[in-house]
């Protein structure tokens, strides 16, 4: 249970998955693994790319699916696979150059407060 317990403190929260032409940015707030997985076309289903990040959960503001406006990229939905996996799974048609790499994390701007213009008169 305790080894259970330890894994999970290791996730990485996902907090943005942006799409961007044909690239995939992910920010996460711990260190993750990104692989890639193509699975050919059947009779059913489209050719799909497959992403897992590893280790790593779902932020709550991150979107169930992305919009491309390539019209080669029908479809990505975004989901919790497993306690540890996110995947991103996209419909593709012909050739199609998709990849995902981790963004570097965005530095928070700070905020400085305005100093009254009375206190920078010098006398």
């Not at 799974?89 to 995902?100: H, I, Q, W």
């Not at 965005?106 to 006398?123: H, N, Q």
Request: proline share 7%; glycine share 4%; aromatic share 4%.
């Amino acid at each position: 249970m305790f080894a259970f317990l330890l894994a999970l403190a290791f996730v990485g929260q996902i907090d943005r998955i942006e799409l961007n032409g044909s690239q995939i940015s992910i920010e996460s707030q711990g260190k993750i693994k990104i692989s890639q997985t193509e699975l050919p076309k059947s009779k059913k289903l489209k050719k799909r790319i497959v992403f897992d990040i590893k280790p790593a959960k779902l932020g709550p503001k991150i979107p169930k699916a992305l919009v491309s406006k390539d019209k080669h990229i029908s479809k990505i939905r975004v989901a919790q696979h497993s306690k540890d996996t996110v995947r991103i799974v996209a419909e593709v048609e012909g050739r199609v150059k998709l990849s995902a790499k981790v963004a570097p994390k965005a530095i928070p701007k700070k905020t400085i407060p305005k100093i009254p213009a009375a206190l920078l008169k010098e006398e």
